[in-house]
């Protein structure tokens, strides 16, 4: 299936930049900068990610004092700059809310009954997880639902067996949590996965036990329970439980109800709480052409550590991108006015999963479609300056040939394309890709393990991740060359409006399916 027509209209004007070189002047090329500029550059960074980096923010958590630093030094710094609000929202200037819910696992029980018998699961051997603050399901005979063993399927389950009942389903490492997504899909009241041993219960308790964040508009009441092999042989008697795990592996396999009373109950610990995009806005002279998106994560994970030093400052991750996407927001304002709008956005939530930029793809301030470019800034202070370029969504979008042809220009090369193709949904230009916006991630940064390697076996996600002398040469490469990048994409002379029609030889762009 291919991307929206947008992106194939963008595709089309793109391609067709080489027809116009032959009848107009190439653009010129950017002017050198020099080293007392670089210097300047480099200082402003420093200074940037020293202070979001810094223990004051307090690892910049959503929902903590922490955030309100932040996203106050974001607008501050924006505003000074000379951008405007970009919320398109009188009364909430500049900051977009992210409406989000904290939620983590307070106490859980499972319970069986067959005929007059009844089996209490301990602790030790099973648990349930919801991210409501509590959830009791019941199924069994003459309740109305049953409990459904579906063994090792999803894909030949139907909604008329799952929909209203307990599903249990025998646990399988590294296909579990697709299996139970697909599952989850037809409806159910709960899932039960049964898992090998207590040690399985016990690596389910820590993966689940950690406060986790949602969006509150993407919430679903979803019941998760995990039970091991032992404790269902006691349930239903060894000859029985090991005959519906070798029939689930028998070609032909039906869903088998088990003659059993299953009662689940799950509470949580649970707030619900808005956090904040910010939004800035260059205006350009003719917004009508269309926008340019700029945009980086400002969040990190707060306290993650023990003491002396339990804050997980986040420097590299991604102070730096943010401070980068900081200093071009000036150079862009200070070169411009540009033609097309250039908005700057930096996001919340994104370590807990692109939250921040699914709700900026929820309700986005301008249409979607009239994003013509979006570029990610994240974790850029990692290589020195000459290394190659990593690539994220390289082949995705319209945007290759004009990243490439600058990267010739600038005499830079491409880094491993399937390192970098590693990272694409782990980053918040998937949650626009996505919808259909070119979104990419152009970093030395993602060149290869060789480059990015070392800091993630070191200080990813740990409190040595701390200001200091910070990696910067290949950062400021970058955002020099963002820079140029922009200048071009937002003038409509050098990247044309784009035009009604579709040209039929036009090269289709094919989205990501996988």
């Known amino acids: 299936m291919s991307l929206p027509v947008r992106l194939l209209r963008l595709a089309a004007a793109l391609f067709g930049l080489a027809a116009l070189a032959a009848c107009a002047s190439a653009p010129p090329p950017a002017p050198l900068v020099s080293d007392a500029e670089i210097a300047a550059i480099r200082a402003n960074l420093t200074r940037d990610i020293a202070v979001l980096a810094s223990d004051e923010f307090g690892g910049r958590k959503p929902g903590t004092p922490g955030e309100a630093k932040t996203v106050d030094f974001l607008i501050g710094q924006l505003e000074a700059a000379g951008l405007v609000s970009g ?43 919801t991210t409501r603050r509590r959830v009791l399901v019941q199924a069994g005979p003459d309740l109305g ?10 894909d030949s389950i139907t909604r008329e067996v799952a929909a209203g009942q307990i599903l249990v389903m025998l646990g399988e490492p590294g296909v579990s949590p697709q299996r139970r997504a697909a599952l989850f899909a037809l409806d159910p009241v709960g899932i039960v996965t049964v898992v090998e041993d207590e040690k399985s219960i016990a690596a389910t308790r820590r993966a689940y036990g950690r406060e986790r964040l949602l969006l509150a508009s993407e919430e679903e009441v979803r019941l998760s329970a995990f039970v091991t092999a032992g404790a269902m042989e006691r349930v239903l008697g060894k000859e029985a439980w090991r005959a519906l795990e070798k029939g689930a ?3 032909g396999f039906e869903p088998v109800t088990i003659p059993a009373r299953l009662t689940i109950e799950a509470t949580s610990k649970r ?26 994560h400002w969040d990190h994970l707060g306290e993650c550590g ?67 470019a979006a570029f990610n800034f994240d974790t ?62 152009v970093s030395s940064a993602f060149a290869s393990r060789d480059v990015l390697g070392s800091y993630l076996r070191s200080d990813y996600h740990r ?48 989205a990501d399916r996988r």
């Not at 639902?145 to 999803?154: A, H, W, Y």
């Not at 919340?348 to 301030?365: M, T």
């Not at 990692?382 to 995705?396: L, Q, S, W």
């Open 306 to 372: 023990e003491a002396p030093d339990p804050i997980c400052n986040g420097a590299v991750d991604n102070a730096s991108g943010i401070a980068a996407l900081l200093e071009l927001a000036r150079r862009l304002a200070a070169s411009g006015p540009h033609e097309r709008d250039i908005y700057v956005l930096a996001t919340s939530a994104e370590e807990a999963g692109l939250l921040g930029a699914k709700a900026f793809a929820e309700n986005p301030p301008l249409p979607l479609d009239a994003i013509i």
């Open 271 to 296: 707030r619900e709480f808005a956090s904040s995009n910010v939004i800035g806005l260059l205006p350009g002279t003719k917004p009508e052409a269309g926008a340019v998106l700029l945009l980086g």
């Open 249 to 251: 592996d028998e070609p």
């Open 145 to 154: 639902s049953e409990v459904v063993f579906v063994g090792r399927e999803s």
């Open 380 to 441: 850029v202070a990692v290589a020195p300056a000459g290394t190659p370029v990593g690539f994220i969504g390289a082949g995705r979008t319209p945007l290759d040939k004009p990243v490439l042809d600058l990267l010739a220009e600038r005499g830079r090369t491409t880094g491993d394309p399937a390192f970098a193709e590693a990272f694409l949904r782990r980053q918040d230009g998937w949650a626009l890709l996505e919808k259909g916006v070119p979104a990419v991630l």
């Open 87 to 129: 919320t398109n929202d009188p009364g909430s200037a500049w900051r977009a809310p992210v409406d989000l819910i904290a939620t983590s696992p307070q106490a859980s029980g499972l319970s069986f009954e067959i005929g007059e018998r009844g089996v209490l699961i301990p602790d030790e051997e099973g648990a349930a997880f």
């Open 463 to 510: 409190p040595s991740d701390e200001p200091g002398a910070l990696e910067l040469g290949g950062a400021i490469e970058d955002l020099l060359l963002h820079e140029e990048l922009v200048r071009r994409l937002a003038d409509t002379t050098l990247t044309p409006s784009l035009g009604p029609a579709i040209a039929p030889s036009a090269p289709e762009i094919a």
